[in-house]
T-cell receptor, first 115, second 111 residues
Framework: KAGVTQTPRYLIKTRGQQVTLSCSPI?????VSWYQQTPGQGLQFLFE???????NKGNFPGRFSGRQFSNSRSEMNVSTLELGDSALYLC??????????????FGPGTRLTVL | DAKTTQPPSMDCAEGRAANLPCNHS???????VYWYRQIHSQGPQYIIH???NNETNEMASLIITEDRKSSTLILPHATLRDTAVYYC????????????FGEGTQLTVNP
């Protein structure tokens, strides 16, 4: 079974631009979560989607948004990029939203550099 | 989610057991203990989880104390590839998939 895939793997943008990252979950998984990892703040939860609806949101500004499609694939968007948005963005999928067997499986991440 | 405390770093000799401790003294009755690890520049990898009984899988064993205030992840025969940051996380099974990561323990396995 294929794992979680994220595209692109690396991205360089300049301040003020916007960026869209993509995540394909493990086949059959319906929950997709996004995390940001920086050296200073560590791994921080961004948001979670299940059945095309945002179910949970972390403490990030509105410039960070996401969506989920009917095939469970997800995208996240960051508008008006700032230098501090440089980070590894990780996507994780799980079988269901809660209950048993909702262990999360992470993708390799997208390394975003904002210049 | 309950806060966890882990040592920032540990060393282990290759082939020996690695025992990684985690304190979670404020854990609630419905919160599970999860362990993930992150090898440098890769996404975190699920290892194991448990509620109150000890658990074992092909990767590791999880020992939870009777009062559930602490736990130990055991890698029975550590290899160089087990060098990673190990995260202990506690959360309710019904809270959705959100994981709150602390700083974890950097385990270095030495030859």
């Amino acid at each position: 079974k294929a794992g979680v895939t994220q595209t692109p793997r690396y991205l360089i943008k300049t301040r003020g631009q916007q960026v869209t990252l993509s995540c394909s979950p493990i086949s059959g998984h319906r929950s997709v979560s996004w995390y940001q990892q920086t050296p200073g703040q560590g791994l921080q939860f961004l948001f979670e989607y299940f059945s095309e609806t945002q179910r949970n949101k972390g403490n990030f500004p509105g410039r960070f948004s996401g969506r989920q499609f009917s095939n469970s694939r997800s995208e996240m968007n960051v508008s008006t990029l700032e230098l501090g948005d440089s980070a590894l963005y990780l996507c994780a999928s799980s079988l269901r939203l809660a209950g048993m067997e909702n262990e999360q499986f992470f993708g390799p991440g997208t390394r975003l550099t904002v210049l | 989610d309950a806060k966890t405390t882990q040592p920032p770093s540990m060393d282990c000799a290759e082939g020996r057991a690695a025992n990684l401790p985690c304190n979670h003294s404020t854990i609630s009755g419905n919160e599970y203990v999860y362990w993930y690890r992150q090898i440098h520049s890769q996404g975190p990898q699920y290892i194991i989880h448990g509620l109150k009984n000890n658990e074992t899988n092909e990767m590791a064993s999880l020992i939870i104390t009777e009062d559930r205030k602490s736990s130990t992840l055991i890698l029975p025969h550590a290899t160089l590839r087990d060098t990673a940051v190990y995260y202990c996380i506690v959360r309710p099974q019904t809270s959705g998939s959100r994981l709150t990561f602390g700083e974890g323990t950097q385990l270095t396995v030495n030859p």
